[in-house]
């Protein structure tokens, strides 16, 4: 092929022989890049190429010096080593003169070569050592950011996340077929009444008849949830963005699953003391720790009497904690579940101000008491006479409770005790110890009581209250117990030296006192009159003891004792 003059006269290099004879007259195609749109199409037309070629586009970090040669789509590939294609990047070298007039190369300096422990070479520039500089005060606020968001920093999760485990190592291998028939055509199925539903457990696709239809698969079909956060007066507030009715899926309480032991070594060596920790037990061995990732439903506050649930659910043969409404919740009420379970894991105590009627007033498995102290099942001393020490809490009344009775309860299956109770609507077994014999139903809840435990710990005179009309359990209404709980402490507070008088029974005068609040609200079923003496009377039938007069009245007698005066008087 002739060459052109012209071009041999603008061209900024020289064709080698390989590269003539792989390219015709119409072939020839642009080689050279330029950075304006004048320069390229001056350069085709100088070169024979057709003015419609696109230009290529510049690859980022390529010196203009160094440009790819492309040759034409038949002919070959050429056989001196060319340069990178334009996808790939090229360190280049900077040239810098150094005092003698020598050319010194420096290389550029990355983002992620710049460390405190590198220094920069001599040779560097004044412009790359403020670029560095800049760099490394970016890089210390990045590393400070974390510490300075103590409590707005926050990871939120849709599903849990494994720390040291793998998920498959820890899922059931047991199935649970569905019963429930196909429903209709655009309706639900898998509601109230399914077996699965019931054993808390979400049915599987290929083991349920109702298919997508299927109304068990909360967790799984991801229901958006009804909560919002909200802030008042300072603190973070956790709402209901609409009215709910009891029974729906409010939300999944997501976060880091892991061992207990893997807890208690992230709480001491990761955590601070200003760390707001969110746990909560998955099962008996592995723990969802909310504290720094999770769902917004670890943001519920406290309540005794709360109007939310968090029970752990099998998905998928994972085990999940999920949130349940127990009550009607209106639109922008607060929402709340029992925090007993974390403050529990935690192994400490603290002081419940909730003020509903089945406050527990201290919160956790243990607390700090004065003695003599007995446990309020088999009655075995827990705290000698004239001292302190750490008692268990019974896990349904916060009362104390030896180490055997605590495990016996821990050991009992109540859902399964009101599925197979022979009184409808009923446990059958009391919520004290556990035991069967004669019981009182509460006129509330599906708990029940044996009038053993009552009369040991209240007194006989609380029995014939309890058998009196329509009577509340102590785990819907648990104030009748805040005399034995007078002498516990939670941890942190000051030691108490009132002591419940050995045998507890010392607690019926102030219950006989104040009975109007112990009976249901609804029947308001009359209660015992208790008469109190002053001190230093005998009791009725000794001589200087009241006695009923003929008018059935009262006033003073020859021993100063009040006996019957004229109607009137």
């Known amino acids: 092929m002739d060459s052109n003059p012209a071009q041999k006269k603008r061209g900024k290099r020289s064709i080698t022989g ?3 004879s792989s390219v015709t007259g119409e072939e020839i195609e642009k080689v050279d890049r330029k950075e304006n749109e004048s320069d390229v199409i001056s350069d085709v037309a100088s070169m024979g190429v057709a003015e419609n070629t696109p230009p290529v586009k510049k690859a980022r970090g390529r010196s203009r010096k160094q440009r790819p040669s492309i040759p034409g789509p038949d002919s070959p590939k ?22 003698s007039g020598d050319k010194v190369e420096v290389p550029d300096i990355s983002e992620s070569d710049v460390t405190e422990s590198a220094p920069l070479p001599a040779t560097a520039t004044s412009g790359q050592k403020k670029e560095v500089k800049m760099k490394k005060e970016v890089k210390q606020q990045i590393r400070e ?17 494994y720390l040291g485990l793998d998920p498959a190592s820890v899922k059931s291998s047991l199935t649970f ?25 979400e049915c599987d696709v290929p083991l349920c008849k109702a298919g997508d239809q299927c109304g068990n698969r909360a967790i799984q079909n991801n229901t958006a949830i009804k909560i919002a956060i909200t802030e008042g007066f300072g603190v973070s507030i956790v709402v209901a963005t609409e009215d709910i009715p009891s029974g729906v899926f409010l939300g999944q309480y997501t976060g880091q699953v892991l061992a207990n032991k893997e807890l208690e070594e992230r709480i001491g060596k990761e955590y601070t003391k200003k760390q707001k920790l969110h746990v909560l037990p ?9 504290s720094v990732k999770g769902s917004i439903c670890r943001l519920a506050s406290h309540s005794c009497s709360p109007n939310a649930e968090v029970v752990a659910w099998k998905v998928e043969g994972l085990d999940c904690l999920a949130m349940y409404s127990v009550k009607d919740i209106k639109a922008n009420e607060s929402i709340t579940f029992d925090q007993s379970p974390q403050i ?29 102290l007995m446990c309020g099942v088999c009655r075995t001393k827990v705290v000698e006479g004239g001292s302190t020490g750490q008692v268990c809490l019974h896990p349904a009344l916060a009362t104390p409770v030896c180490g055997e009775c605590l495990e016996q309860y821990r050991q009992v299956d109540w859902a399964w005790k009101l599925m197979t109770t022979k009184t409808p609507g009923k446990e059958g077994a009391c919520r004290w110890c556990t035991k069967t014999g004669k019981m009182v139903n509460c006129s509330d809840c599906p ?5 053993k435990c009552l009369k040991i710990n209240l007194g006989g005179n609380y029995i014939k209250l309890a058998e009196t009309g329509s009577w509340t359990c102590l785990v819907c209404d648990t104030r009748p117990l805040d005399k034995i709980r007078a002498v516990l402490w939670a941890e942190g507070e000051e030691a108490k030296t009132e002591t419940a008088g050995g045998d507890l029974n010392q607690s019926v005068g102030s219950i006989m006192s104040n009975v109007g609040h112990l009976l249901n609200t609804g029947t308001r079923s009359p209660g015992i009159p208790r008469i109190t ?37």
Request: hydrophobic letters at 20%; aromatic letters at 2%; a positive charge.
């Open 282 to 290: 998955l099962n008996q061995d592995l723990v969802v720790d909310a």
């Open 533 to 569: 003496r002053p001190p230093g009377q005998n009791s009725p039938g000794i001589r200087g003891s009241a006695q009923a007069g003929p008018q059935g009245s009262l006033q003073a007698g020859p021993r100063g004792s009040p006996q019957a005066g004229p109607r009137g008087s």
């Open 447 to 451: 708990k029940s009581f044996c009038k």
């Open 177 to 201: 077929w569905c019963k429930c028939p196909m429903p209709p055509k655009g309706q639900t199925g898998c509601l109230t009444e399914c077996e699965n539903r019931a054993k808390r457990v």
């Open 145 to 161: 950011e974390p510490q300075s968001q103590d409590e707005g920093y926050y990871e939120v999760l849709t599903v849990n996340e």
């Open 344 to 372: 529990q894991l935690l192994k400490t105590s603290k002081r419940c101000t909730c003020g509903a009627r089945s406050c527990q007033k201290i919160l956790g498995g243990l607390a700090n008491a004065s003695g003599p």
């Open 18 to 20: 390989e590269e003539r």
């Open 78 to 99: 050429p056989s001196i080593p060319g340069p990178e294609t334009p996808m790939e990047e090229e360190d280049v070298s900077h040239p810098v003169i150094n005092k």
